[in-house]
């Protein structure tokens, strides 16, 4: 049995399979995944577990060079993109419409669904290299 880290097996397996540059989502609750689009359902009630609970234990395990945010956060969620910016603090930063981070789902390996009820918690993570 594995004693830290990603312990969920889909999630482990996702960030394992992981190469420079690829693209792995998290979001609230609420946010629409598209067809074909790997999702892995975390949510077992409202804020359990949270956004940044999930985010924080993919860090543990996962080089980040860059995130995709949407615009609305800053106005509609301005402190949840300030414990994004702690989280990541000297990770770049892309700001998108949520319009275009929910097409870019698609784009990614998979999207992890929080039970985060705050608006525009939603994050693309990129993959960086190790070496």
């Known amino acids: 049995m594995k004693k830290s880290g990603i ?11 992981m190469g420079h ?11 629409p995944v ?7 359902d975390l949510c077992v009630d409202k804020e359990l577990p949270t956004f940044m609970q999930i985010l924080e234990n993919v860090l ?3 080089k980040i060079q860059k995130i995709y945010l949407a615009d609305e956060i800053k106005d509609q969620n301005p ?28 784009k990614t390996h998979a999207f992890i669904r929080t039970g985060e009820m705050t608006p525009y918690s939603n994050i693309i993570l990129e993959s960086g290299v190790t070496f």
């Open 7 to 17: 312990l969920n097996s889909e999630v482990a397996s996702v960030v394992a399979g």
């Open 34 to 40: 598209p067809m074909g689009t790997k999702k892995i």
């Open 21 to 31: 540059m690829d693209w792995l989502s998290i979001g609230d609750a609420g946010m």
């Open 60 to 62: 543990k395990e996962m």
């Open 79 to 106: 402190e949840q993109l300030e414990n994004i910016k702690q989280a990541l603090p000297d990770v770049e930063i892309e700001f998108m419409p949520h319009t275009d981070l929910k097409k870019n789902l698609a």
